[in-house]
């Protein structure tokens, strides 16, 4: 491997062996460290997965929940060792497999910056070399001297997050640490690894979160069923990914035996009833949600939600609304009509929640990325005139709000797109 | 370019080696596990260390009322309380670190299964948070002494060495448990009540009553490698108070056992913990 290879990944596998059963024999002679031949319920959770990441490569890694993403970063991290294959890291390696890994809730936040950091491999002198920086970061200065225990989950993530972002590897596994905090703070972390990685170390992301990682990565990796299904340009590994989620494959069971509801299949459509992939700016968009109660489920509330770009956009959610059917019952479909979708050509996602009548538990737990969808259009057919329109409208806004300029001498500049409307503001006089 | 560390991940067949380095480069790790057990043993109790005071102290009244008032038992000339509490600091330090190892790698799981370093690391640390208790109970000792007007020799001096003896003990059953436990959490059942007998074949009765009875009763004694420790711990602190067939021959007789089935006690667990080490993220 040459100077420039980070990571070189070379037919990795790894098998798990399920169904605990209580063979005494087997038992004890694994408990002697005797490998067992028994084959019977054995999984392979990654399989000859190879592949080569050059240094400074920020790499996004996809897929669905139990595709292998996590097991391949537990490998790379020396958590677990893989059954077959071989990986080379060239560098000092750092990882974020979780946000808080060993935090102490009877500890103080200060006390924590410490254990938590040397669990991470950072030694004592860099972590009061660092302390400043961590402490500013978390934004929990006033409270270094609570235990944590005390903190809202919010504090913890903070703090924990601005101990791992001061880890300074040369490598960097990072496994989907997105998934708490709010809107506010994800910001900050999407900001934190944008600034590591174009300091050109070298990254690999596994996240559910396709604004991050659209926006985090050139390059990406998509892992189905333990295998590299793609790997390439991000943008069209993720439209492979899309196309693949949308096929008319039934959705995987969300939890075995779990009683509520099972969603089957979310598909998109025209006004036609017709599935459909491609719509027009303004287009009617359906969303029908294929589902199978287990059981009656009184007053169900569904929450859909679209999102695009950088992030979430808008959604449809029977909480804020109060319309929810009175009860549902076997095998059934729910669909959402959306009106004149204001979005903008690009490729969008919807995630699916379905709670109880109390609006407080899960009758089906969240699905990200269940279906999407793809707005379609020239710069010229959405009424852009503006010179290179085309390069700038890619990947730049998701909606658009009719608006005009009003300039210095009192004129206004309205875009072609947005003329029509009457304007309701009164004019200014300063 | 030329320093850059490389990582080669490959399935390791059989035994992990043992890598030093390693753990030398991870040492401040050990020093803040402990830290950590230390810090939160004691938190949110009324009397804090007092605990580590008043578990000898009430096994030792018991005991004395028992064994010493009630059973006549022997006890190389000494006071109970003093026999007693001798026993006593030495093994709940031999005791609670074996324990704390065995329970280390469960009660860390979490860590466990999201960030690597030497798995070593942990119950080693366990081992080492136990020192706390130890001098508290020595001082108690030491004070016990003191009221019975017993004075420690110079060859105190070998303490140290006493300890570390134990602590290879505690830490070799320790790794063995403690690796067991991650499968087989049949462990945590198991392990008071065997340490419960262990204790009082080890601490209530005298060498000298075992040596008595002939050289197999002698041999059976000396593999217990903690019937030494007592047996040295005891004769280097109360030698000017011993009467009787306690000895310092008995001593060296007892060590020279005692310490091969310490070194192979804790070679015999790190080989079953380094055999292990690969699974423990996958099935704990």
């Known amino acids: ?430 | 370019m030329l320093n850059t560390p490389v990582t080669i991940i490959q399935p390791s067949d059989g035994w992990r080696s043992l890598d030093l380095r390693e753990l030398w480069d991870r040492r401040e790790l050990l020093y803040f596990f402990a830290w950590r057990d230390l810090k939160v043993r004691y938190k949110q109790t009324l009397f804090g260390v007092l605990w580590a005071v008043a578990g000898p102290l009430a096994s030792m009244v018991v005991f004395t009322f028992v064994f010493d008032k009630m059973a006549g038992l022997p006890s190389d000339g000494l006071p109970g309380p003093i026999f007693y509490l001798s026993g006593l600091v030495i093994w709940r330090y031999f005791a609670n670190a074996l324990s704390a190892a065995s329970n280390s790698l469960v009660g860390n799981q979490t860590i466990l299964t999201k960030v690597y370093f030497p798995r070593l690391i942990i119950p080693l640390s366990s081992c080492i948070t136990g020192f706390a208790d130890f001098f508290v109970a020595l001082g108690v000792m030491l004070v016990l002494m003191a009221y019975y007007g017993i004075l420690p020799g110079i060859a105190m001096l070998l303490l140290p060495f006493l300890l570390l003896l134990t602590m290879a003990s505690a830490l070799g059953a320790g790794l063995f448990f403690a690796s067991l436990n991650v499968k087989y959490r049949d462990v945590g059942y198991i392990l008071p009540f065997l340490l419960q007998l262990w204790m009082f074949c080890t601490i209530i009765v005298p060498y000298s009553e075992v040596a008595q009875r002939g050289g197999a009763w002698r041999f059976v004694y000396g593999l217990n490698p903690m019937g030494g420790v007592v047996e040295a711990f005891r004769w280097c602190l109360l030698r000017g108070a011993m009467t009787g067939p306690g000895n310092a021959n008995a001593t060296w007789i007892l060590l020279g056992t005692g310490v091969p089935v310490a070194l192979f006690i804790l070679a015999a667990g790190l080989l079953y913990f380094k055999r292990l080490e690969k699974m423990f993220a996958d099935i704990v």
């Open chain 1, 1 to 430: 491997m040459n100077g420039e290879t980070a990571i070189r990944v070379a037919g990795i596998g790894k098998r798990y062996r399920l169904g605990q059963t209580l063979d005494w024999g087997r038992s004890i002679r694994r408990a002697l460290g005797k490998p067992s031949e028994n084959a019977a319920g054995e999984i392979w959770a990654l399989r000859e997965v190879s592949f080569e990441v050059p240094r400074g490569t920020v790499l996004g890694i996809i897929g669905r929940n139990g595709a292998g993403k996590s097991t391949l970063l537990k490998i790379l991290t020396r958590v677990t060792e893989p059954t077959v294959g071989r990986a080379e890291l060239r560098g000092r390696v750092g990882s974020l497999l979780e946000v808080g890994t060993g935090f102490n809730p009877e500890l103080t936040g200060l006390e924590n910056i410490y254990l938590n950091g040397a669990i991470l491999g950072m030694r004592k002198a860099e972590i009061s070399r660092k302390l400043e920086e961590i402490v500013e970061f978390s934004g929990v200065r006033a409270f270094l001297e609570t235990p944590v225990k005390r903190y809202s989950s919010g504090m913890h993530v903070r703090l924990a997050f601005a101990v791992a972002a001061h880890l300074d590897p040369e490598i960097l596994l990072i496994d989907e640490v997105l998934a708490v905090g709010d809107a506010a703070f994800q910001r900050r972390c999407l900001g934190k690894m944008d600034e590591v990685a174009k300091g050109g170390r070298t990254i690999l992301f596994v996240s559910h979160n396709m604004g991050a990682i659209r926006r985090l990565c050139p390059q990406c990796l998509w892992l189905n069923e333990g295998r590299i299904a793609a790997l390439g340009n991000t943008e069209e590994v993720i439209a492979q990914y899309f196309d693949a989620v949308n096929s008319d494959e039934l959705l995987p069971d969300q939890r075995p035996g779990h009683t509520g509801i099972r969603i089957t299949r979310v598909t998109v459509s025209d006004t036609q009833g017709l599935p459909c992939q491609q719509f027009a700016h303004g287009d009617d968009i359906a969303v029908r949600i294929h589902y199978e109660a287990l059981g009656r489920i009184v007053r169900p509330r569904f929450n859909l939600s679209v999102s695009g770009g950088h992030g979430l956009l808008f959604g449809a959610n029977m909480v804020l609304d109060d319309i929810r059917p009175e009860a549902i019952e076997g095998t059934g479909v729910i669909t959402c009509r959306f009106r004149k979708v204001p979005l903008l050509p690009q490729t969008y996602t919807l995630s699916l929640t379905v709670y109880d009548a109390t609006g407080e538990e899960y009758v089906a737990p969240p699905i990200p990325n269940v279906a999407s969808f793809r707005i379609q259009g020239d710069a010229l057919a959405l009424g852009y005139t503006g010179e290179s329109a085309d390069k700038y409208l890619e990947n730049s806004y998701t909606i658009r709000v009719p608006y005009d300029w009003v300039f210095p001498d009192g004129s206004i500049g309205t875009p072609k797109w947005a003329t029509g409307g009457p304007a309701r503001f009164e004019d200014s006089h300063d």
